[in-house]
């Protein structure tokens, strides 16, 4: 570690110790407090929304503004929204039945929560997160990624700006940095990346045994029944699958199309690539990959499909030559068929490739997927209510959308997170609140004899033998 990174990392563990004595030191935030320190959040969103675009812009070297002002501006602004309007009724005590007194549970702030967000979507984790953490009146530390040099920046600006450091604060800088703030002692740490980095992120919370929401991905499978309206299933595939030019951690990964449709399945995903971008290369809707390691990446895995003899088929409508482009923009592209031991079908994409695999009975995509890591998402296209019953009752996931992809995640109201290698815990809305909540069990122990204890006399022997009973 350099010796910037040291100071780094000497300086979040003492922002961490200032808020912690902070949060130590004074009641709980009431519901007032924690409102208003939404609704910073909430201004800086609105206020700053242009030099929010701009800054993604740039760090993908090209990023639709259009799509940057929907999701990482209006998305995460309705989530900080849904949290201010519930946050009260959350917090009340939550009665529960007892015949021994009066009894209930409080959600009392955990302290000090600690978020590692990822780069393909910066805002939306970022106050996704913060909206959840702070409902629950918990002082909160933001690790922003390396990889948006820019966003981080002025994110990092922004909250100095609005917060006080004991409130909320940001931590910017390398891998090592993120690895000195994972190793701290914080009540809470909110994780979303990577599969492989949830690892070391959950093993080095362990230390101090710091309990971790991991939002990782995976392969998430796309079915498409025989019942489909073929047509309408694709553009909804390839719309979500070309949002943020596939780098989405609930991007559709592979697509299970009936072994007769196949030929059906390429011509309508080329007409509906040329309906949505008409033009690629310099298109303003259509995004860059982030950079030139995930670029080389990508290339890769069509290399490796190419020399073992998969047919790969571009949705290129202009035609365009992508070489000398001053980005890093890739023809969206099909796979036919891969083989299950190519890196295509082994890793999750996080770009605008999508295999798709033929099969003959619902049955064989259920074993299929069943004997793979549990993915984030699964999508099922189709009108077939036994089948859908069957895909439901047999998978696991960490969530479905039926006949759609990603929306799910977007349903403030629904606990969102993974299950199994895609992750562990959940957030959003009430489910995240309880996530960065600790629920106190409470009772108050009614008045009355305690015939339960020494010298256990025949009155007590014959109430215990008088309940125990089928």
């Not at 009540?187 to 070391?200: E, Q």
């Not at 549990?374 to 996931?397: H, I, K, M, N």
Request: aromatic share 8%; hydrophobic share 40%.
């Amino acid at each position: 570690m350099s010796a910037n990174e040291n100071l780094s990392a000497a300086a979040a563990r003492a922002t961490l110790d200032k808020q912690r004595a902070a949060y130590l030191a004074n009641e709980p935030w009431t519901a007032e407090q924690r409102i208003e320190l939404i609704d910073r959040a909430i201004g800086m969103l609105v206020n700053h929304q242009e030099e929010i675009v701009e800054a993604l812009a740039a760090d993908f070297g090209h990023r639709s503004r259009d799509f940057s002002r929907m999701y990482d501006v209006l998305s995460p602004l309705a989530s900080l929204k849904y949290a201010k309007a519930n946050l009260a009724e959350w917090m009340k005590p939550d009665t529960r039945a007892t015949n021994r007194g009066e009894a209930w549970v409080q959600y009392q702030p955990k302290g000090v929560v600690g978020i590692l967000t990822a780069w393909n979507f910066p805002a939306v984790m970022i106050f996704g997160g913060l909206a959840d953490a702070l409902a629950a009146g918990n002082r909160v530390m933001l690790k922003l990624s390396e990889f948006n040099p820019k966003t981080s920046d002025l994110f990092a600006r922004l909250f100095a700006e609005v917060y006080a450091e004991d409130e909320v604060a940001v931590v910017t800088g390398g891998p090592e940095v993120g690895q000195a703030f994972c190793s701290l002692p914080f009540d809470h740490l909110l994780f979303t990346g990577a599969t492989s980095i949830g690892k070391h992120v959950m093993r080095a919370a362990a230390e101090n045994l710091v309990p971790v929401t991991l939002e990782l991905g995976g392969k998430s499978p796309t079915i498409i029944s025989r019942s489909a309206d073929l047509k309408t299933a694709v553009t909804k595939i390839l719309t979500a699958k070309l949002h943020n030019a596939g780098q989405i951690c609930l991007a559709p990964d592979y697509v299970f199309v009936p072994e007769e449709l196949q030929d059906e399945f390429v011509a309508a995903a080329q007409e509906v690539v040329a309906k949505l971008f008409p033009t690629l290369k310099d298109n303003p809707d259509y995004t860059s990959v982030i950079n030139a390691r995930h670029f080389e990446r990508l290339h890769g895995y069509l290399n490796e499909a190419r020399e073992a003899g998969v047919e790969l088929i571009e949705l290129n409508p202009a035609g365009e030559d992508f070489s000398g482009q001053p980005h890093h923009k890739m023809i969206p592209t099909l796979l036919r068929n891969p083989g299950d031991d190519l890196k295509v079908m082994q890793d999750e994409l996080f770009g605008p490739l999508l295999p798709f695999k033929p099969y003959k009975d619902i049955t064989d995509v259920v074993a299929f997927i069943n004997a793979r890591p549990r993915p984030l998402g699964l999508y099922y296209f189709g009108q077939d209510a036994a089948e859908e019953s069957l895909v439901l009752r047999r998978t696991c996931s960490g969530g479905v959308t039926i006949n759609n992809a990603l929306q799910h995640a977007g349903v403030d109201t629904m606990p969102f997170g993974g299950v199994g290698a895609s992750g562990m815990g959940c957030y959003h809305g009430f489910d995240g609140f309880k996530t960065f909540s600790h629920a106190k069990s409470i009772l108050r122990s009614a008045d009355g004899p305690d015939l339960m204890r020494p010298p256990y006399v025949d009155q007590v022997r014959q109430i215990v033998g008088s309940l125990i009973t089928r």
